[in-house]
């Protein structure tokens, strides 16, 4: 029986009926007299709201939603304590807005919602969720039931498990909570058909467990079956840290491959094995087409029907970092995954160019996100610079807003979702962050003098850039991405002839970092003689591999990639020696004879650059194109000396 009758008022609140209740409380459909529009009101029921940790966890839900604000969440509009008018104790509630609609249970009453239908509904929770991980909101009870379906699109509903996290910066996730742990060790939190395998186990939830319950919810969308279901709660919990669900093809063959692949990497048991992030989560389910018609061929590992993410043998390939930055030969540079060919024939490789509008130029910035799904770069319009976004799946770029003013250097976060670049004041540098799609961006280091073209954002949620020489640096700089202290990686060597320390770039599978040291001749710096150098954090020190090279890139498989006056070429090195191995090979592209003067890749291998003036000038080379290539690792490792 409901707590509240109609008619009974908590402060400037009358109640008009109840809505629903759940284990926190109930729900009522409410008026607020002041303002005379109507509102859902949550309190707190008695037996919960004399339990101290309750309570707590009551107010914690208040926080974590008003700390938010998206469109495709519900907001939160008051909160408060106050005695019913009609009789009894004092109760503790907080005031939504009431959204008239159905949640996806509802929907699902009537069958599965077709794949067409439920993509945009799986894409606006996604965002919502990202929203919230962002500030450092987990939701711990994502459900069909907690997704209600509106005329302006979807809310996601009672973020009254949500545990809140330090926000830390954009794209990240604390994982040290603020508060103090509600529930004993070993406890559950959550709808038990939706959770996660560590939540069933009593660990700390993070970002990762809304991916499965968001996994479970758009299974159960597209098939109108629940993923993990059984007769008893205890083959329940069963199911989820041990069963693998059928796959939706098996239930729906009309389901494209790729939505099935993705919500089984939702569903791996393994936090570690799922998307990491919501945002690379949305753009995956942005891509899909729901007709299943662009779906690629199969070719999923045997791994994939015991809960693996499809693909984790193909991508656990070889590993290409490449950096390379030259003035007046290669002068950009970034990193990219290898992925041998296992069961599906190789992509062909496809070329295309980025030409921008009369009137613009490109500046020296120049980077490719690390999904390869984006090239960023600078424009210099005649009314300052500002960065360029241009998504791969799309025919138009489109500015950056919160990067007017921005120069190199340029880096694009692991995740895709941001980015860093230089600003200049002066004789001051700052580096701002600020997401991909634009907004307001924040500082996160600065100082004297000028930062040179090229900076790395590494895994580790940390920047790490130059300062040219006499400019307070000249030595490798990291900073934390989300603001701090800048500190000192690597110091000239003036025994050893070191000018500056350029173009970073991480070592893959290892901890240290591979960069260029280049010298100063006669007052002008010598770009065609450098040393390529291996700085370890573990104990300081600075190696050089290689001499009279301009790098960088190293493959895991044992190669260097390096510039030789306008050429990239790669070459065998042991990583633990200053010698090389066999004879160099030039990369595939051909510039015919053209100078490149910018180049940077993804982790999965998207290549962009760009020719010197001089080819620019040309009748056929319009002012201000990018060449951009996608799908060339086969055509690389050909050329390579297979031992």
């Not at 089984?264 to 995956?284: G, H, N, S, V, Y």
């Not at 940390?462 to 800048?486: E, I």
């Not at 770009?527 to 591999?545: F, H, N, Q």
Request: aromatic share 6%.
């Amino acid at each position: 029986m409901p707590t509240l009758a109609p008619g009974d008022r908590l402060g400037p609140y009358e109640v008009g009926g109840a809505l629903g209740a759940g284990g926190m409380g109930e729900v009522y459909r409410a008026t607020d007299t002041r303002l005379d529009r109507t509102v859902a009101v949550k309190v707190l029921t008695a037996h919960v709201a004399d339990s101290p940790e309750q309570r707590e966890r009551f107010e914690r839900k208040a926080r974590a939603v008003a700390a938010i604000n998206h469109p495709n969440i519900c907001t939160l509009f008051d909160v408060g304590r106050e005695r019913p008018s009609s009789s009894g104790p004092p109760m503790d509630f907080i005031v939504m807005e009431f959204l008239d609609g159905e949640t996806v249970a509802q929907r699902l009453e009537r069958g599965p919602v077709p794949v067409a239908e439920a993509l945009p509904i799986a894409v606006e929770i996604a965002e919502a969720l990202d929203t919230a991980h962002r500030q450092g909101i987990v939701h711990r009870d994502l459900k069909p039931s907690n997704v209600m379906l509106t005329d302006t699109g979807v809310r996601l509903l009672d973020f009254g498990l949500a545990k809140q996290h330090e926000a830390g910066a954009p794209g990240t996730l604390t994982p040290a909570p603020t508060h103090t742990a509600l529930t004993m060790e070993g406890s559950i939190l959550g709808t038990l058909h939706y959770m996660s395998p560590e939540q069933l186990d009593g660990k700390p939830a993070d970002a990762r467990s809304d991916v499965f319950s968001f996994g479970a919810t758009v299974y159960e969308m597209v098939s109108g079956r629940r993923p993990f279901d059984a007769d008893s709660q205890a083959s329940v919990i069963g199911a989820i840290l041990k069963d693998a669900p059928a796959p939706l093809r098996e239930i729906e063959p009309g389901i494209p491959r790729r939505l099935d692949r993705v919500v089984r990497t939702c569903l791996a048991k393994d936090p570690e094995d799922r998307w990491q992030t919501m945002r690379d989560l949305k753009r995956e389910l942005q891509w899909i087409d729901p007709t299943g018609e662009a779906d690629e061929a199969d070719a999923e590992p045997a791994t994939a029907a015991a809960g693996a993410p499809a693909g984790r043998g193909v991508a656990t390939g070889w590993r290409l970092a490449l950096a390379l930055v030259v003035t007046g030969a290669v002068t950009a540079v970034a990193a990219w995954t290898l992925k041998p060919a296992a069961d599906a024939p190789p992509l062909p490789v496809q070329r295309f160019t980025i030409d921008l509008a009369p009137g613009q130029s490109l500046t020296g910035a120049l980077a490719v996100s690390p999904d390869g799904r984006h090239v960023v770069y600078g424009v210099e319009d005649g009314g300052g610079t500002r960065l360029h976004a241009r998504a791969l799946d799309v025919f138009e770029a489109a500015p950056i807003p919160g990067t007017e003013g921005a120069v190199a250097p340029v880096a694009v976060a692991p995740d895709g979702a941001s980015l860093v670049f230089q600003l200049r004041d002066g004789d001051r540098w700052a580096l701002n962050q600020v997401p991909l799609e634009g907004g307001t961006p924040y500082r996160i280091a600065e100082g004297d003098g000028r930062l040179y073209a090229k900076a790395v954002w590494l895994r580790d949620g940390t920047v790490v850039y130059s300062v040219l020489p006499g400019d307070g640096g000249g030595g490798l700089m990291q900073v934390p991405a989300a603001g701090g202290a800048p500190r000192v990686l690597t110091r000239l060597d003036d025994e050893r002839g070191d000018h500056a320390h350029l173009w970073p770039l991480p070592v893959p599978g290892r901890d240290e970092l591979i960069f260029t040291i280049v010298r100063e001749d006669d007052g002008r710096v010598n770009l065609e003689d450098g040393k390529v150098a291996v700085y370890s954090p573990a104990t300081g020190d600075v190696r050089v591999i290689v001499e009279a090279a301009l790098g960088l890139g190293y493959l895991e498989a044992g190669y260097l990639l390096y510039g030789d006056r306008g050429s990239l070429l790669a070459i065998g090195v042991d990583p633990e020696a200053p010698a090389t191995t066999g004879d160099p090979v030039p990369l595939f592209f051909d510039t015919s004879g053209d100078t490149v003067t910018g180049n940077t890749m993804s982790d999965n291998g998207t290549l962009a650059y760009t020719l010197a003036p001089a080819a620019a000038e040309a009748e056929d080379e319009p002012p201000g194109r990018i060449y951009v290539v996608v799908n060339w690792f086969d055509e690389l490792m050909s050329s390579l000396s297979p031992d």
